[in-house]
C-alpha cells in the first residue's frame, strides 16, 4: 500500500532554517512528480513546491521562491525540502503529495502524507 511519512518538522525562529523529509513506500516512486503543500489554520491549502520524477525540473511557489528548495532522492525514495530564511507567515501544517493524471492530464489519484507542523515564531 501506498505510504507518505514526514519529517522534521518543528519550532524555529524567524530567519532559521528547517528540513522536511518525505519518506515514499508502496510505489515506483521515481516514476512520479512529488509535491509539497501547506495548510495554515483557517486558510487554504497552498501547493509549495514540485519537483519531477527525475528532478531536472522544479516549480515554487511565489512566496517561497529563493527560499525553499525542493530535492529528491529516487534511491531513497524520500523528497526533501529546505527551509531558509523562514518567516512568521510559513508557519503550518506541512503535506507530501503525489497524484495520478488522467488521460486529459487531470488528477485521477492522490495520496498524502498526514503532515508536518512547522511553527515559525520568535
Known amino acids: 500500500e501506498v505510504q507518505l511519512v514526514e519529517s522534521g518538522g518543528g519550532l524555529v525562529q524567524p530567519g532559521g532554517s528547517l528540513r522536511l523529509s518525505c519518506a515514499a513506500s508502496?510505489?515506483?516512486?521515481?516514476?512520479?512528480?512529488m509535491r509539497w503543500y501547506r495548510q495554515a489554520p483557517g486558510k487554504e491549502r497552498e501547493l509549495v513546491a514540485v519537483?519531477?520524477?527525475?528532478?531536472?525540473?522544479?516549480h515554487y511557489a511565489d512566496s517561497v521562491k529563493g527560499r525553499f528548495t525542493i530535492s529528491r532522492d529516487n534511491n531513497k525514495n524520500t523528497v526533501d525540502l529546505q527551509m531558509n530564511s523562514l518567516k512568521p507567515e510559513d508557519t503550518a501544517v506541512y503535506y507530501c503529495?503525489?497524484?495520478?493524471?488522467?488521460?486529459?492530464?487531470?488528477?485521477?489519484?492522490?495520496?498524502w502524507g498526514k503532515g508536518a507542523q512547522v511553527t515559525v515564531s520568535s
Open positions: 508502496g510505489f515506483t516512486f521515481s516514476n512520479y512528480h
Open positions: 519537483i519531477s520524477s527525475s528532478a531536472d525540473n522544479t
Open positions: 503529495n503525489f497524484f495520478i493524471r488522467d488521460t486529459l492530464g487531470a488528477p485521477k489519484l492522490e495520496y
